[in-house]
């Protein structure tokens, strides 16, 4: 594997190394890297857990983290990211970490660059790196995917998320279904009520509720989005045995789900976070020890 | 120690072990920490001299450093403080330290989180690592604390610092005089006149005058502050032998003290930010070595 | 040399050393510095390519970079650049690398201050170590100084490039000729024409047109600045045998230079990119080792 782009570049078989090698890491395997690699971390929009979750992974595999600012760099003075990448190569980067807003940013970066491009999220394409350590999480309760049902709910359109599980969970077995409000299915085939889902779902996977793209608005206030699309009480009480809940964060409390639902039982929302950590460690090597 | 988020939380058993902790890292002992631990900075306020000396101190005990930059984290997308934090957590952090703007932020960290947090200034409420830096510089220059006169000047009903020193001055016996205009007095009984508290003062610790929280206005320019209640070439002559002059920084030159005493044999303000990463590195090592 | 502030202080005998030190770098040669130093980067303006160079070069030859976020800094409180950089010193700083705005903002810190200053920049002024990397890709080139003929292209009377590099390859026995708008000279004395310089160049300097300082405007559009000023198709053929285009980046292509020709095979403008780390490491060794 030489970047990481998009889920639909990946094989089932390569997904599953990336597994079963986060599972390792768990277990406290160490990395097995003859050397250390020099990576930078380009974040085009904010970002807490992914940034440092690839911030701790990087240096748990030995890796040399050479700090760059993007909201001070010189792409503030219109360089291409093609230009920018190109630097970071000279300056003696093995692989970067990209999150930026533009879909597909990638695409400039396909030729003429040599440093490893690892995609942590594309404007509203794919985020891979979420959508492996969502697949962990998975794969760790039940062991497998064949026949799984897994409920996605919330703005399915707008969703690296959903875009990135979708693809991959389908490819692996998993029965996806899509709920959310009819105008934010996109060119989803999806469901508009809780009653078809709920009892059958192994997995209930929130998706954040982006104020900050304005998908929200007085035609559609929370209060009513939590009402008819929330987790409630009512209906986490209604999930079927041994199913859990899943969200990619940073979550809107009240919102896509109750508050103190957030670390209940059937929760595996901060786990997940704890998962990306593994899951990113196997990425980095996988994409590392070809070089 | 699990925590560090108040002066009024420690005993001055616990204050004395950090000074002399501190002292023996000055004497170059070298940390015994068990393990490398990882460490994030979180600081939602500018800061230079509080976030770089910690960055310093966490190296010198064997920390690795994991960046988080405030200004550009899912903070931004409303994520509460208990949710960053439980995110760190569950990332790998073993501890966080946090400037933030609102007071006693920190209260809604005290369950469920099981990371340590220091506080590295809560809005208007304490500083607790300044006020044991302040400390450590006294206890240097004297030797002890009891009896010693410590006037502190400035605003000081809007300054964590003079909160924090206050509290744990008087706890050690010191006798603590606050000078300020009256409007800034707050609930403290403060002099309002240099005349009673030059001469024998042991101490005059200087507070920084905060434009940024708009306390000087057009009624009360720099000027007359400074000829009220500035440290002049005139005040700092009637100053007993051995007494020290302390700021917490960054000075306003000219305000609170003429610029040219900054450096003044009197003045440990530079000392003060030396002082600083000893004390840093000795509650650091006191708050890891329990976990 | 105990600071890198400006070429002009710089010996003709310095600059060899240095290298001469980068090419045993670039060859494999290890630093022989006797400890790990500790070094902040102070950048005041942004940068991608200078400020990421410096965190390379300083890691590789060992030392600890303790993070300095500029734009989130006491600087924003009005702290002067003296305090600033005192602070640092007294947290146990061995090195600052600065970047400014103000031009000889270094002035402040010639008395007082014992930690090794590099200037990285500072406003219209100098920019020695990009001056040095840019020596160090023609000595590469061309073995020696002695006689050749530089044509630097650009906005010369703003470019601290154009300056810093004027400066030191006249010293080196280099032929340097500046071409530009007659607006752009300065006190420079310029052609305006590329027809007298074109042919018998050995090096095509062509300097960033910096947008972010307004230097085009409605009656000087990029289209025609191209047109006259731009390295065009046309132009590079007629470039003689063995002669080289440099530009210190960022690129704005199809305005100093066509887009398809900044890889093109003289082009070495990438390379100065990693020329500058050897170059970089070589200054810090240097500096640091006298400490």
């Given amino acids: 594997m030489r970047n990481l782009l998009s889920m639909e570049h990946l094989t089932n078989d390569e ?3 990336i597994l079963e090698r986060a599972a390792g890491f768990e277990a406290g395997e160490i990395s ?14 904010p970002s807490t857990r992914t940034k440092t979750s690839f911030e701790m992974a990087e240096r748990k595999i030995g890796c040399t983290v050479i700090p760059f600012d993007a909201g001070f760099s010189s792409a503030l003075k219109g360089e291409t990211m093609y230009d920018t ?3 970071l190569e000279m300056i003696g980067m093995d692989a970067v970490v990209i999150r930026a807003k533009e879909d597909e940013y990638y695409n400039e970066l396909l030729e003429g660059i040599n440093v490893a491009v690892i995609n942590a999220g594309d404007g509203a394409g794919q985020h891979p790196s979420q959508s492996l350590l969502d697949l962990y999480t998975i794969y760790k309760e039940f062991g497998s995917f064949e026949g799984l049902n897994v409920t996605i709910v919330g703005d399915i359109s707008h969703s690296r998320v959903a875009k990135s599980n979708a693809t991959s969970l389908k490819k692996l077995g998993v029965n996806v279904r899509f709920l959310c409000p009819p105008e934010w299915a996109g060119n989803f085939e999806a469901h508009h009520s809780w009653d078809e889902l709920l009892e059958d779902s192994d997995v209930v996977m929130l998706l954040r509720i982006q104020h900050e793209r304005h998908v929200i ?15 409630t009480f009512e209906r986490e009480a209604r999930m079927k045995e041994g199913a859990i809940i899943m969200h990619p ?5 009240d919102v896509e789900i ?9 929760s595996r929302i901060f786990d997940q976070v704890r998962n990306g950590v ?9 994409i590392l020890k070809e070089r």
Same sequence: chains 1, 2, 3.
């Fill in 85 to 87: 990448v190109k630097t």
């Fill in 217 to 231: 608005n007085k035609s559609f206030s929370k209060e009513s989005y939590h009402e008819q699309y929330g987790l």
């Fill in 258 to 266: 109750v508050s103190e639902l957030v670390e209940c039982e059937r």
């Fill in 278 to 286: 593994f899951v990113r460690m196997a990425i980095l090597e996988t």
């Fill in 249 to 253: 964060a940073p979550v809107n409390r």
């Fill in 32 to 45: 097995n890297l003859p050397r250390s690699y020099n990576v930078a971390n380009l974040f085009f929009e």
């Fill in 15 to 17: 997904i599953m190394l």
